[in-house]
């Protein structure tokens, strides 16, 4: 898809205009990172035996890890499942952000659909 000059210069103008105005831009900064901090995912693997909690800011909040995939003999398991429940949650995460992002670029200004 080609993007033409005009509609270019339209958003360009559009974001001009949104630079004039640092005032809205700090606000809808910081309501985007209090956004951000508000989503709680779950990631998971092996069947749900480890689950780790993290939030928008990539927090870790929880873990979960059940009994029988604690085996002294196989370390590698366990740091597997958790290095997989951790991409799952961070995936989720990622979705979630570019989704709040896509939103909220729709309600401005040259940047909807």
Same mark, same amino acid.
Request: hydrophobic residues 50%.
């Given at each position: !898809?080609?993007?033409? /000059?005009? /509609?270019? !210069? +339209?958003?360009?103008?559009?974001? !001009?205009? &949104?630079?004039?105005?640092?005032?809205?831009?700090?606000?809808?900064?910081?309501?985007?990172?209090?956004? +951000? $901090? $508000?989503?709680?995912?779950?990631?998971?693997?092996?069947?749900? +035996?480890?689950?780790?909690?993290?939030?928008?800011? &990539?927090?870790?909040?929880?873990? /979960?890890?059940?009994? /029988?995939?604690?085996?002294?003999?196989?370390?590698?398991?366990?740091?597997?499942?958790?290095?997989?429940?951790?991409?799952?949650?961070?995936?989720?995460?990622?979705? $979630?952000?570019?989704?709040?992002?896509?939103?909220?670029?729709?309600? +401005?200004?040259?940047?909807? $659909?």
């Amino acid at each position: !898809m080609k993007i033409s /000059e005009r /509609e270019c !210069m +339209m958003d360009l103008n559009d974001v !001009m205009k &949104m630079l004039k105005d640092p005032a809205a831009l700090q606000r809808q900064a910081i309501e985007a990172q209090a956004r +951000m $901090a $508000a989503i709680s995912v779950v990631g998971s693997a092996g069947g749900g +035996m480890v689950k780790l909690t993290l939030s928008g800011t &990539m927090d870790l909040l929880a873990i /979960e890890i059940a009994p /029988e995939v604690i085996d002294p003999k196989d370390p590698a398991l366990l740091q597997d499942l958790i290095k997989a429940a951790h991409n799952d949650a961070a995936y989720k995460i990622k979705d $979630a952000l570019q989704a709040d992002v896509a939103r909220n670029l729709g309600s +401005m200004p040259g940047f909807g $659909a």
